[in-house]
């Protein structure tokens, strides 16, 4: 008599490959999870302005770490911006207290930078590759502001 083996049902092997899976599943969320300052902390002006302005400095906002790593490419170094962080920002306070520049409210260079950043970073991509993905894309603008 030859013993065959048994076939495992098709639930314990779908549990299985779903369980392997989950540990990649959060390691890849954690990775896009992306903070966002709340829309009542902005200005007047910014909570008035369109959805893509709002979301750009909610973002700016919460991420300054990312912002200050990018250049804009509008101009506004010869306003003093040194990235593309203070396109939103002016400066924070010892307190805390955040004090918003309202350049990026009719630069949509400034906007448009911060949207692909925003996009990239849920994609997974490094902030060296973002910062080369804005170097190439926006250099036809004019001269980035951190050279």
Known sequence: ??????????LIILT?????????????????KLHMMPLEQLPDEVRAAPASVRTAYQF?????????ELPC???CGAIGHDS????????????????????ALGCSI????TQDATRMLKAGKSLAQIRAYVD????QYGTSNME
């Open 110 to 113: 400034c906007v448009d930078i």
């Open 16 to 32: 299985a490959l779903i369980a392997a899976a989950l540990p990649a599943c959060g390691s890849v969320s954690e990775a896009v």
């Open 73 to 75: 490419y509008c101009g």
């Open 1 to 10: 008599m030859t013993l065959r083996p048994r076939a495992l049902p098709p």
């Open 84 to 103: 593309n962080y203070d396109c939103y920002i002016a400066g924070v306070e010892s307190g805390g207290a955040i004090r918003f520049d309202s350049h």
């Open 136 to 139: 190439s894309t926006y250099a």
């Open 60 to 68: 700016a906002a919460a991420n300054p770490q990312v912002m200050e």
